[in-house]
Structure formats: C-alpha cells, structure tokens
T-cell receptor, first 114, second 112 residues
Framework: EAGVAQSPRYKIIEKRQSVAFWCNPI?????LYWYQQILGQGPKLLIQ????????DSQLPKDRFSAERLKGVDSTLKIQPAKLEDSAVYLC????????????FGSGTRLTVV | SQQGEEDPQALSIQEGENATMNCSYK?????LQWYRQNSGRGLVHLIL?????REKHSGRLRVTLDTSKKSSSLLITASRAADTASYFC????????????FGRGTQLTVWP
C-alpha cells in the first residue's frame, strides 16, 4: 500500500510569513495526526483528526496555527505568521480506527524560519 | 510530563555488539511502542508491547516492559551499521484515543 505522502519536503521562509503543509494519509485511515518535532526532541502532537472532526488540538498554538481535513482525507496545516521557534520537522501520521496505535508516518516537512 | 524519557541520549557501539536502550515514563499506559528514525526521515514503527505483556521479540529486537517500575528497554542484538538511527519510545498516556507521547530519543551509532 502507498505510504503517507507529505509535501513540500523542505521549506525556508522568513519570520512573519505564512506557510502551509499538505498530507495525504493511507487510504482508508480515518485518524490523522500532525506532530511537530524540534531538533533534538521527540515528536509532539499538534492536532488529531478522526475523519474530518478534531479529536485533540490542545497543544496547537491556535493564534498562529490552523489545520483542516476536508472530506476526511487530505489535511493541511498552516502557520500564519511564522516565528523563529516554529523551525522544526512537521510529521503527518495516519492510523485506522480499528488500530489507532498502528501509526504510519510520512517523511515530514522540514521548516526553517529565518 | 507524560512523555517517555530514553536513556542513554547517545550510544556508540561496534558492529556485532548488542545495543540496549531504556525508557522511563510517568503515567499509566495501555501500551508502549518503540520507533526508529533515520536522519531527516519519518518515524518507522518497530514494536508495540501491551501493558499486560512483559517481553516481546521481533527479529533482532527484544523489548521488555516493567509497569511497576514504569520502564521499558529495547535490545538490538548483533547490531549492524544500518541500525544507526534515533530510537524513540512512545506511550499512550493511558488513553485509547491514539495520541502518543514521545521521549527525546537515543541516538545509536553502529561503527563498521
């Protein structure tokens, strides 16, 4: 089966600019996650969707981050405006309802804010 | 914090040696997982151990879990240069919703 697709692979922007990341999960996976991984740290959950509804966005900085999952398939994560501390790898993962902990991760988008 | 914490932060060994990484966590769990991450890539699931299990094997991997001590260990036997990567433990924090809490990871380097 195809894996979790993410784009772009890399992005460099200036602070205060906007950026968007895209994720296409494994076909049939109802649960989709966005994690932020700062260099030298483990991934931290930003938001979890089940189908097109939000399950958990308690760690999402809502003043600047937003995410949507239209039609319960693809998802977009947006940062507006970006800060230097947003430099990180943004990982998308998906899992099925029957096996919520059977994650498949995408390769991530590495964001550098200068 | 609910996240797991790996120990050591970095481990350097020769090919053929065994590598042991430890993870401690603070909350109750339903399961604990280990992931591997090659530099600049996504995470790859290695093994999941449930809270009622004490040991699990998968190929050259052996995972143990001690819920009384809130700790787990990952043993890689007969290591290879290709095992060089960061290894993370992740717990569910006692929830069944799917969210995972990751530690900072152990950077393993295996020298040929």
């Amino acid at each position: 089966e195809a894996g979790v697709a993410q784009s772009p692979r890399y992005k460099i922007i200036e602070k205060r600019q906007s950026v968007a990341f895209w994720c296409n999960p494994i076909s049939g996976h109802a649960t989709l996650y966005w994690y932020q991984q700062i260099l030298g740290q483990g991934p931290k959950l930003l938001i979890q969707f089940q189908n097109n509804g939000v399950v958990d966005d308690s760690q999402l900085p809502k003043d600047r981050f937003s995410a949507e999952r239209l039609k319960g398939v693809d998802s977009t994560l947006k940062i507006q405006p970006a800060k230097l501390e947003d430099s990180a790898v943004y990982l998308c993962a998906s899992s099925s309802i029957r096996d919520r902990f059977g994650y498949t991760f995408g390769s991530g988008t590495r964001l550098t804010v200068v | 914090s609910q996240q797991g914490e790996e120990d050591p932060q970095a481990l350097s060994i020769q090919e053929g040696e065994n590598a042991t990484m430890n993870c401690s966590y603070k909350t109750s769990i339903n399961n604990l997982q280990w992931y591997r991450q090659n530099s600049g890539r996504g995470l790859v699931h290695l093994i999941l151990i449930r809270s009622n299990e004490r040991e699990k094997h998968s190929g050259r991997l052996r995972v143990t879990l001690d819920t009384s001590k809130k700790s787990s260990s990952l043993l890689i036997t007969a290591s290879r240069a290709a095992d060089t990567a960061s290894y993370f433990c992740a717990t569910d924090g006692g929830s069944t919703l799917g969210r995972l809490y990751f530690g900072r990871g152990t950077q393993l380097t295996v020298w040929p």
